[in-house]
């Protein structure tokens, strides 16, 4: 989609501006102004109290108003001809450079230059809606900053206080939902492992062998004297416990160094096949066939997934979607309050201690 094109404040905010569209902005622009003024105006003019306070003190002013609210709706519709010129002008503009994704797009992407071509005839609540777009459009072509406004900031701060609360109260809701669901069973878990894990297995096969030849490379060098004397370790012990070794001690003579023999044996095969199995594992040629017994693995667990184990992959699943709910509960508008009052705080501080020096 070409929207991205929007991010201009306008058609003709672009790199390259003629000085035919830059004389065509300021026009607009006073046109928008005026109207704006008098639309103000007009609504003041309502107000029984004001009318009496200029009737009294500015009656010239009165009377040669008169002319203009009579003639209220031709004057109105002068701006609407001007505001229809420009909105269709741009409109055949938009459409023939392709600047949107459809013909369409553009009347309702430019929502406050649409509203601007509606007659006041419609009643009272299309002047203050037109009030309203003519102060937005005025903001848009930064004749206005209303962001820098006190009332603007306060409403700002409180909506984005009500947007936050009511989108974390629909998530923890969402989220409460799916671990119910996860609880009791539902098929939500089998759906994330056949839809979600199983297709993705070459990919996760990829990656666990990937982090596993990282990790053999980050090894020291001495990591095959410590397999051997884990194997060692762990075949004395075994050993010990076998009936079978314990008879061959007792062989008169040659028992004891049969043991240590066997033992020796034993311990040297299994640290080999143990340091071949590294060895090869570091090696990039074998990566593709380590992957693909990781992925049939995977595919066999998967397939044979007993209730126990899935009922403990639920159990993981809910803890982890309870840290995200805990997270999403922070009231983040609070915690930016607090820490803009402790800026304040420290800011008076510093020039508290400034003044007594």
Request: hydrophobic share 45%; with cysteine.
């Amino acid at each position: 989609m070409n929207t991205e094109k929007n991010n201009q404040t306008d058609t003709f905010t672009k790199n390259g501006i003629s000085g035919t569209e830059l004389i065509l902005q300021f026009a607009i622009a006073f046109v928008l102004i005026v109207n704006l003024i008098w639309f103000i105006f007009h609504l003041v003019l309502k107000v029984g109290i004001i009318v009496h306070f200029l009737n009294d003190w500015l009656p010239i002013l009165m009377v040669s108003y008169g002319w203009v609210d009579k003639n209220f709706v031709f004057i109105d519709f002068v701006f609407i001809g001007i505001f229809s010129v420009e909105f269709f002008y741009k409109w055949i503009y938009a459409i023939k450079h392709k600047i949107y994704h459809r013909w369409f797009f553009y009347p309702i992407l430019k929502w406050y230059e649409t509203l601007n071509c509606f007659p006041s005839v419609f009643g009272w609540w299309i002047i203050w809606l037109r009030v309203l777009t003519l102060s937005y459009r005025l903001h848009k072509l930064r004749i206005f900053d209303f962001t820098r406004n006190y009332f603007y900031r306060v409403v700002n701060k409180y909506w984005s206080i009500l947007i936050e609360e009511v989108s974390d109260r629909v998530v923890v809701n969402v989220i409460e939902g799916i671990q119910s669901e996860l609880s009791t069973g539902s098929p939500v878990l089998h759906q994330i492992i056949e839809k979600v894990l199983y297709p993705q297995k070459d990919l996760i096969a990829k990656a666990i062998i990937k982090n596993i030849q990282i990790s053999i490379h980050e090894i020291s060098d001495n990591y095959e004297q410590n397999i051997r004397e884990y194997v060692a370790q762990n075949i004395d012990d075994a050993t010990k416990q076998s009936s079978e070794f314990n008879q061959i001690v007792k062989v008169p003579i040659v028992g004891g160094v049969l043991e240590s023999k066997l033992q020796k044996i034993i311990t040297e095969i299994v640290t080999n096949v143990l340091i071949q199995v590294i060895s090869d594992l570091k090696k990039h040629e074998n990566t593709a066939k380590y992957e693909h017994f990781t992925a049939q693995f995977m595919e066999k667990a998967v397939n044979e997934i007993s209730e126990e184990m899935n009922t403990q992959i639920g159990n993981l699943l809910v803890e982890a979607l309870e840290i995200i709910k805990q997270y999403v509960k922070i009231q983040q508008w609070k915690v930016k309050e607090n820490a803009e009052k402790q800026t304040l705080a420290m800011k008076r501080k510093l020039k508290e201690e400034k003044y007594k020096a």
